[in-house]
């Protein structure tokens, strides 16, 4: 076996610990991977793929990229499902006898990134841990590059897979045993979610279990009791939120002091909605092409900052229950709307504002740098001037955020003091702290200046006295300050010059003075440069100790950016701000869908809108493709959550009686990694909406029973409609789109179920839809319309028109005699003989119970002969 280096076994010691990791061994200037990382990521990071072999043997795979530079390759890793441990040298080489130290001094994972390059600027970057207790479910979620730390807890899984459809994570931790139910693993299957692994590394007893995580959370929060956080009683989500708290410090190497509170919340207190209906509604992004255009946040989304653009996605996704939590938005959203030139002006100052809740994350890490230090100290030196915008605003939401905006003076003070106008971005190499904060830098550099003026004015005083008028004074970081004479001039040179290099035209010297300036310069420099260093470090210390306040203010900065956007689109678009109560009344006049009526092109034609749970629960509407009962429907569903997360609404005039949940069944495919076809992903949509909704949810179903057999589906629309309009059973208020006509009579039987359909006109042969909605059903489909509007063939049009009135002639019956008789020249479908009436009796009178086998055979031949006329 060949021998393995010192160096080596350093590093296979390492990887040992870090198996699922990629590990970014730290040589020199460089981080290197070895053995299968290399090989496995070469062609991920576009690098050369090399080899390694002192002290002879096999050749070890090897790779490597700059050090300086690696946060593009470990971006590449992360956003391709891997990560990265990062091995440092823990020790200065120069004072090491032997191998230097190192250890992994950070693991990057997908769901612990704060790397700028890596993230995303407008979106939060989630980590989910799940825990079960008692089949109680346990779910908390951090965004470590703010702090953003919440959990919550629920006895329903199908909750916990709601809140990681909204969340999004980027990765989920959980415990190898977790495994609720046989829906997991598809799952994670489908949402192609990472999933990290940590162990519990305690004993199952179920006291020592819950005292062991509860004492993870009051060692983080320095608090005695769980009460202090809202957590006593809980304890999935004890487990939960401490198994998070675990595997950050597992996978940092720190504790974060960013993250310094938790928000209890429960499920409850939101309108819930669930994957299809997120997917459905285009609330983050297009069904088709995943496309951020397009969707409903694309519209609402007028925020300045980055901070306001994630906690509008967050609203957005988590409407309100509470009535006053929706007015107290609505009137600030109001106050800033009928206030324009205010408005504007706040705008301008949010324009200077950075990003905070990500510097803080760096703050904590201490990883900020100079560049970074200046934008908190820019955010804050505009904070005085948005209180003073403020001053005149009279809602509470606007009132409460001016008070809880904090300058932080004593910080804003000495980084106004310390800091010069335009650091640089490396806090080592100098040049960051201004002049008159510090006496012993001040003197520092007075006596680097005082020599570098003197070296400065050393080649005119040498050429003076030399005589030597090409003598130059220069420096390079070889050989330092030299005094350089041409060959031609080497006869003049002074004796006290002493020889430092000879070059192929000239000759370098030094003089005992110069040396003396130069290590003077050289000296004071590196002194200068560690110096700045460690108040820069003090720096980011004072930093540290106001985490807190910085992150309260980053909140009301990103909320007044969210709050200014909503009247920043209402003034746009023209919304009106609507009644939400907690009545079962939704009424909608001149409602128009938001991302629709903006589009290039389109004359958006409103409709108005009633449901309610006593007459007006269970809307049919009926009409052709294409005529807006998709956009419509839509529409309505958009409108009341819009009004739920406290925004104005497309409309003439709105009323919302509250809704606790949206469900929407809106066309179907099939659903291939999990064998399910299109009318099994439908109905068990239908099956999700039959089991959850209430009374007070809202439910949009756009076709039901399509992907079966006419009757087949005819019957289960049928069902459905009178199960969810049902108030002992459901009673939802429901919008129902359909090509079943058959449904419409539904209307004269059931209370609470009503007709709409899209205005059609004809004229000269050819049809127009309206896209107005009025009561009463439709009375034609008109699909062969559509396809002909679409560019079918006319062939194509015209045979379906000949089967079309065939059909309707007889009243719906298919017979494959008719359409072997269509003008005797039209679709051959089918070729039944004329004696088929003569042979369908003879099989009717067949005694088959006492026909024998060899009797049934001549008589299947006699039929055969008759069928094909063959002898």
């Known amino acids: 076996m060949a021998k393995v280096t010192p160096m080596m076994q350093q590093y296979f010691s390492l990887k040992n610990k870090y198996p699922d990791s990629i590990l970014f061994f730290r040589l020199g200037d460089f981080y290197e991977m070895f053995g299968d990382d290399a090989e496995e990521v070469v062609q991920i990071l576009d690098i050369a793929l090399t080899s390694r072999n002192k002290g002879g043997g096999e050749k070890t795979p090897m790779a490597g ?47 612990t990134v704060i790397e700028d390059e890596i993230l995303t600027e407008r979106k939060n970057n989630y980590l989910v841990a799940l825990a079960e207790i008692n089949n109680n479910y346990g779910l908390s979620y951090i965004d470590v590059s703010t702090g953003d730390y919440n959990v919550t807890e629920t006895k329903n899984i199908d909750e916990v897979y709601d809140e990681l459809n909204r969340l999004n994570p980027s990765e989920i931790v959980i415990t190898k045993g977790f495994n609720p139910d046989n829906q997991w693993e598809r799952l994670i299957k489908n949402n192609d979610y990472h999933i990290s692994y940590i162990e519990e590394e305690i004993k199952n007893q179920s006291d020592k279990l819950e005292n062991d995580f509860e004492n993870i959370l009051l060692e983080h929060f320095s608090i005695n009791d769980l009460e202090e956080i809202n957590l006593q009683n809980m304890d999935s989500a004890v487990k939960s939120a401490a198994l998070i708290l675990k ?28 994957s299809s209906t997120r997917r459905n509604l285009e609330l983050n992004q297009t069904i088709i092409d995943s496309r951020f255009d397009g969707s409903l946040l694309s519209v609402l989304d007028h925020t300045i900052n980055s901070m306001g653009a994630r906690l509008l996605r967050k609203w957005i996704n988590q409407p309100l229950l509470e009535i006053e939590k929706i007015e107290k938005r609505q009137n600030a959203v109001k106050e800033l709307l009928d206030s324009f030139v205010k ?76 800091l010069v106008e335009e650091p640089p971005v490396s806090p080592k190499e100098g040049g960051l702290i201004k002049s008159g904060f510090n006496e012993e830098l001040d003197n520092l550099r007075e006596e680097s200046q005082e020599a570098r003026d003197w070296i400065a004015n050393l080649q005119p005083k040498e050429r003076k006295r030399t005589g030597i008028g090409s003598l130059k004074v220069g420096f390079n970081k070889v050989f330092g300050y030299y005094i350089e004479v041409t060959k031609a001039n080497l006869d003049t040179v002074p004796d006290d010059y002493e ?29 200068i440069h560690e110096l700045e260093y460690k108040i820069f470090t003090r720096l980011r210390e004072e930093a540290n100790k106001v985490l807190e306040r910085i992150k309260i203010t980053a909140k009301q900065l990103a909320t007044l950016d969210v709050l200014i956007s909503l009247a920043e689109v209402a003034a746009e678009n023209n919304y ?74 497309p409309a003439g005039a709105a009323r919302i009686g509250l809704v606790d949940r949206i469900f929407t069944r809106v066309g179907a495919s099939d659903d291939l990694s999990t064998g399910q076809s299109t009318f099994m992903v439908e109905m068990n949509e239908v099956s999700n909406i039959i089991n959850n909704a209430s009374a007070r949810s809202l439910v949009i179903l756009d076709e039901v029973g399509r992907g079966t057999s006419t009757y087949d589906g005819l019957s289960l629309a049928w069902a459905i409609s009178n199960y969810i309009n049902n108030p002992d059973r459901i009673g939802a208020r429901t919008l129902f789109a359909t090509h079943y006509h058959e449904l419409t009579v539904l209307a004269n039987k059931n209370d609470g179920i009503k007709n709409l359909n899209v205005v059609v006109t004809e004229e000269n042969n050819e049809v127009k839809f309206l896209h107005k909605i009025e009561p009463g059903s439709a009375d034609d489909s008109y699909g062969i319309e559509v396809a002909k509007i679409a560019g079918l063939p ?58 024998t086998p060899i009797k049934a055979l001549e008589k299947l031949y006699e039929f055969k002969q008759d069928l094909t006329g063959d002898e």
């Open 247 to 274: 595997y950050i410090n597992h996978t940092q190497k720190k504790s974060l002091d960013h993250i310094s509170s938790i928000s209890r919340y429960f499920i409850e207190e939101y309108m819930v909605i669930d």
């Open 499 to 527: 020889r430092k290099q000879t070059l192929s035209n000239s000759e370098r010297y030094i003089i005992p003075e110069l040396k003396e300036k130069e290590a003077q310069v050289l000296g004071a420099e590196d002194q």
């Open 65 to 111: 990229v700059p050090a300086h530079s690696a946060a593009p390759y470990i971006a590449k890793l992360i956003n391709a499902d891997y990560k990265v441990a990062i091995c440092e040298q823990i020790e200065d080489a120069d004072e090491s006898s032997g191998l230097v130290e190192r250890d992994v001094v950070r693991v990057i994972t997908p769901g």
């Open 343 to 418: 408005r504007k002006k706040l705008q301008d100052s949010l324009k200077g504002i950075y990003d905070l809740e990500r510097i803080l994350s760096k703050i904590s890490y201490g990883s900020i740098n100079p560049r970074d230090m200046d934008c908190l100290r820019s955010s804050l030196n505009l904070i005085p001037e948005l209180k003073n915008k403020l001053d005149d605003f009279q809602s509470v939401y606007l009132i409460e955020i001016k008070n809880k905006l904090d300058e932080i003076p004593e910080l804003l003070e000495i980084l106004n003091d310390a």
């Open 576 to 649: 009106i701000c609507p009644e939400v109560d907690d009545g079962d009344i939704i009424t909608i006049t001149e409602g128009r869908h938001p991302v629709v009526e903006i589009m290039d092109d389109v004359d958006f034609v409103p409709n108005h809108s009633r449901l309610d749970r006593k007459n007006n629960r269970f809307m049919i509407i009926t009409g052709p493709n294409m005529s807006g009962k998709s956009t419509y429907l839509r529409q309505v569903a958009l409108i009341v959550l819009m009004a739920q997360i406290g925004s104005f609404v």
């Open 794 to 851: 006319e062939e194509i049009i015209d045979q379906a028109y000949l089967v079309l009135n065939k059909l309707e002639n007889n009243n719906g019956e298919i017979d494959g005699r008719d359409f072997n008789r269509l003008d005797d020249e039209q679709l051959e479908l089918f070729g039944y003989p004329e004696n088929e009436e003569k042979i369908i009796n003879e099989i009717r009178e067949l005694d088959i119970n006492n026909l």
